[in-house]
């Protein structure tokens, strides 16, 4: 009962425009990049921080200010995606902190255009995926569409790239949107919306329309909603402006010691070294809306 007025009211506020998500939203974005050398020799490596990225719906309004090192920006060739790249060297039970801050604006992304054949097939596509899935076991990484099909009980990214490959597999272009939610309470809800995030990350969807008209998609949240378990935005042709992109695409370029490397989703900082095992790392991502 409790699941079933929740998902009404919900509804409700958003007819009559009550989500804050249905506005332009400002965040600012602090991040902190924890290693450790837990090992009794000198270890060193690179530090990758994926930042994120402009596109017609996000705006930078301030660059990100680093604290702690000066690390060199790059874009990946394939997707346009920004990452700050640093070679660190820690001593025997060495600890640095890294961090940085960026604020950016967010636009309610919603499509009100012609709805063509395309249009027609990923919404068909979509609703697949939904009445395929079930909503479950996190990772911080990315299921592929394999292991969607195969697992049946996946997260987010999961729910994102089964979309994404039945559509190319249809001839519509396609791909991941890597991210995080945005401008809610990290801590449990109590009363009547108990619900809590159970962590930041979020992943989700877009087609390819006509040339560079990008349509959202995010079944995950969309199968949640109906089932009265989220109340955060996320159906077809719709994300609200409480989700934060980092990245666009998967299996993502970067060079390392002029080296390419692929990466499969770009969202969380990770390390590169040789002895990854002996290097610990901790990272903590804060976004607050800006009132």
């Known amino acids: ?20 998500f249905q506005k332009s939203q400002k965040y600012q974005i ?9 090992s009794q020799q000198h270890q060193n490596g690179w530090l990758v921080i994926p930042l994120p990225r402009e596109n017609l719906y996000q705006k930078i309004l301030k660059q990100p200010k680093f604290f702690g090192f000066n690390p060199e920006i790059k874009r990946d060739e394939n997707f346009g995606n920004l990452y700050a790249l640093y070679k660190f060297e820690l001593g025997y039970e060495e600890e640095k902190l890294f961090s940085f801050e960026s604020v950016v604006q967010r636009e309610p992304q919603v499509f009100s255009g012609f709805k063509n054949d395309i249009f027609q097939k990923a919404q068909e596509i979509n609703e697949r995926v939904i009445k395929k899935l079930e909503y479950g076991n996190p990772i911080e990484g990315l299921y592929s569409a394999e292991e969607a099909l195969e697992k049946k009980i996946v997260d987010c990214g999961g729910f994102a790239t089964l979309f994404v490959a039945w559509c190319q597999k249809e001839g519509i272009p396609a791909r991941i949107v890597a991210g995080f939610w945005a401008g809610y309470p990290t801590k ?43 109340f955060r935005s996320g159906e077809f042709g719709f994300v609200g402006s409480d989700h934060i992109t980092f990245s666009h695409g998967s299996n993502i370029p970067i060079q390392i010691d002029k080296k390419e490397m692929r990466i499969p989703i770009f969202q969380n900082p990770f390390i590169i070294s040789e002895n990854k095992n002996c290097i610990h790392l901790e990272k903590k991502l804060v976004i607050d809306r800006l009132l």
């Not at 919306?193 to 159970?198: K, L, N, T």
């Not at 930041?200 to 199968?223: R, S, Y």
């Open 1 to 20: 009962m409790k699941k079933f007025l929740r998902k009404w009211v919900f509804i409700g506020m958003k007819i009559v425009g009550g989500c804050f």
């Open 30 to 38: 602090r991040s902190e990049i924890f290693l450790k050398n837990i």
């Open 188 to 230: 449990v809800f109590s009363g009547f919306f108990a619900r809590a995030p159970q962590n930041l990350m979020h992943a989700w969807a877009e087609f390819e329309i006509e040339k560079d008209v990008w349509i959202p998609v995010d079944p995950a949240t969309e199968k949640l909603v109906r089932a009265g378990r989220e």
